[in-house]
Antibody
């Protein structure tokens, strides 16, 4: 059974940093693209970042470029999102998702999400 | 970026009804459209891809159609567990983008 479990969310001040983690199990993690998708409170879904199977290619939504970094550790079956220079508008539930396809994938399995709140 | 627009934003229906949700892309995306279901406080669930192909385990009362810019999700014979918010998502070109969601409520 595919499982994705996020952690690392919390309350942070504007300008601060957080590192999200996603522990994957139940599938061959090293053979899949992975993604982060976020959902602001009461809002819709927004894709944030993608990473290729071996971590060699990474893609970001414009609003987080230069501030967020996606990475994956295939030996640990883990996906990460390093978030720096956080803004109030980054407040959201962040979902880890398995991606089917490349730079414009579908997302066939999702974690339960971790809440990031950026506030002073 | 390709903009995805869903209509209606919300719809009320009864158990047993048939409901259709529409998704329109701002430019052609061929058949590369997916649908997701999300219940409050839960992760989205992948329902369908390539406009009309059901993900494994999704009931056959869900169906999809369309190509180019106009797509529909139809639920025939609504069940209590179907009341949720539905999102479309284009997978034709970077960046992947979602519709704003359609909330399906019990009448």
């Amino acid at each position: 059974e595919v499982q994705l479990v996020e952690s690392g969310g919390g309350l942070v001040q504007p300008g601060g940093s957080l590192r999200l983690s996603c522990a994957a199990s139940g599938f061959s993690f090293s053979t899949f693209w992975m993604s982060w998708v976020r959902q602001a409170p009461g809002k819709g879904l927004e894709w944030v970042a993608n990473i290729k199977q071996d971590g060699s290619d990474k893609y970001y939504v414009d609003s987080v470029k230069g501030r967020f970094t996606i990475s994956k550790d295939n030996a640990k079956n883990s996906l990460y999102l390093q978030m720096n220079s956080l803004r109030v508008e980054d407040t959201a539930v962040y979902f880890c998702a398995r991606a089917r396809g490349g730079v414009a994938p579908n997302f066939d399995y999702w974690g339960l999400g971790t809440l990031v709140t950026v506030s002073s | 970026d390709i903009q995805m627009t869903q209509s209606p934003s919300s719809v009320s229906a009864s158990v047993g009804d048939r409901v259709t949700i529409t998704c329109r892309a701002s430019q052609t995306i061929s058949i590369w459209l997916a649908w997701y279901q999300q219940k409050p406080g839960k992760a989205p669930k992948f329902l369908m891809y390539a406009a009309s192909t059901l993900q494994s385990g999704v009931p056959s009362r869900f169906s999809g159609s369309g190509s180019g810019t106009d797509f529909t999700l139809t639920i025939s014979g609504l069940q209590p567990e179907d009341f949720a918010t539905y999102y479309c998502q284009q997978a034709n070109s970077f960046p992947p983008t979602f519709g704003q969601g359609t909330r399906l409520e019990i009448k």
